[in-house]
């Protein structure tokens, strides 16, 4: 019973990591959508090669690379700050091309009816364009949520305290079997995932019937 | 041209090629407009004035460039060529605009689109109010109270708080209309705006459109629909191959067009 609870006392650090990874994402995603949206080439061509290799590497090796590879020259991260920092690289690449392909859906009739009204090309975007592209965006998002949730696992690699790092090693010590504990672990993540593909399911079905096709 | 001097009026500059003198004050003064696609033009060397309180209609086949020109008027589309005059301000086509300028005329016009576009994620009232507040600066209050008087004068007052969604195509319209009435232009363009419509609702939208002319609205409206032309218009041009072919008081146009084109476009409608 004993080797549960440890195992479970790891859920906060799993859940704080993907909140943090998935906040960075969210925000840093903002400015690297817009830049890749720009009509500047400068501008443009950089964010696509910072989105494209972002996504391009897989996530582990992105940690072994600022965990392992930023420590030679001297940047050192705890386990947690690197994996926040790797995940919220990834998370920031992903979303960018979310909010993208949210404005992408949104009808160029939309710009025109706020510019014929007068709207600055700020105001435009900010209450018009991007509450609509969000609502599109939203299911993308949420899909990314649950992968990251999932790909916070990988931090084991680099010794984060998080919940399969305790199962896995509970297995090796043999406190219980590998395959309940194991199994323990993979349970708690499907409870976290699954009711947030439920919510999520329910809520663009409610938005996607205010948006502009 | 300055504001004064669009008021000075009666006496066209001698650049302008308007082929029919202005009865009253010339509101909108559309000289020498071009849009160009590529090589082609779309509209090609139009001038048009329209008198304050007048209702011009712009009719012809599809392609001649009708709704190109409208766009014209509020820079939605930027003319190659020529120059644009709303309410005094104006704006000459290939010298560099300010984003004032912009604002100036699209301040001065009200847009009413074929698709309506009204935001899908806010309800009618906040569609009418929303521009009201970040253009003009209202309040909330003030915002929503216009908003409601609009409303009522298009026949939405139970709308309000209704998502455009679930409005009829001619509601829509009416609410679009409501929203562009809302920053109190000086004047209203309407593109096509009952072609989206079948003939009852679109009926809903042009009893709306006949109630703003007679209250002295200066509206210019490109559209098919003739009877409405005929008698709610000031003035009607046929447009053909991006050039305006012809122009005059509609029920004359109507009943006795001098242009084979036009002949033959009227011919195409009454035979329907």
Known sequence: METYWYILAGLPTTLALSVLAFAIGAVAGIPLMLARRSSLLLLRAPARVVIDLSRAIPPIVWLFIIFFGLAETGLKFTPFQAAVIGLGVVSSAYLAEAYRGGLMAIDKLQWEAGHALGLSQRDNFQYVLAPQAFRVALPTMATFAIALLKDTSLTYTIGVNEILFRANSEAQVGSASSLAILAFAGALYALLSIPTAMVTRRLDAAMRSKVAQ | ?272
């Open chain 2, 1 to 272: 041209m300055t504001h004064k001097d669009a008021e000075e009026t009666d006496v066209a500059p001698a650049s302008s090629v308007s082929p029919l003198p202005a009865r009253a004050d010339p509101i909108v003064r559309l000289t020498g407009i071009t849009k160009q696609y590529g090589r082609d033009a779309v509209v090609d060397g139009v001038s048009l004035e329209v008198a304050e309180g007048n209702v011009l209609a712009i009719v012809g086949p599809s392609g001649a460039g009708k709704s190109t020109l409208l766009r014209c008027v509020n820079l939605l589309e930027r003319p190659d060529h020529g120059r644009i005059e709303v309410h005094g301000h104006a704006v000459n086509a290939g010298e560099p605009t300010s984003e004032r300028q912009v604002a100036a005329l699209r301040r001065s016009t009200g847009m009413v689109f074929q698709s309506f576009n009204l935001f899908p994620h806010l309800t009618v009232l906040e569609n009418v109010s929303f521009a009201q507040r970040r253009v003009l600066g209202r309040s909330r209050q003030e915002a929503d109270s216009r908003s409601r008087e609009l409303l009522a004068r298009v026949g939405l007052s139970d709308k309000s708080d209704t998502y455009p969604q679930r409005c009829s195509g001619g509601q829509q319209q009416r609410a679009a209309i409501a929203r562009a009435l809302a920053l109190d232009p000086k004047v209203m363009l309407f593109d096509e705006p009952t072609s989206a419509l079948d003939p009852e609702l679109g009926l809903e939208v042009l009893t709306v459109m006949r109630e703003l002319a007679n209250d002295g609205m200066t509206m210019i409206v490109v559209s098919h629909e003739m009877h409405f032309a005929e008698s709610v218009a000031d003035e009607v041009a046929v447009m053909a191959d991006a050039k305006v072919i012809e122009q005059g008081d509609p029920k004359e146009i109507f009943k006795n067009p001098s242009h084979t084109r036009t002949r033959q476009f009227l011919r195409a409608i009454v035979e329907r």
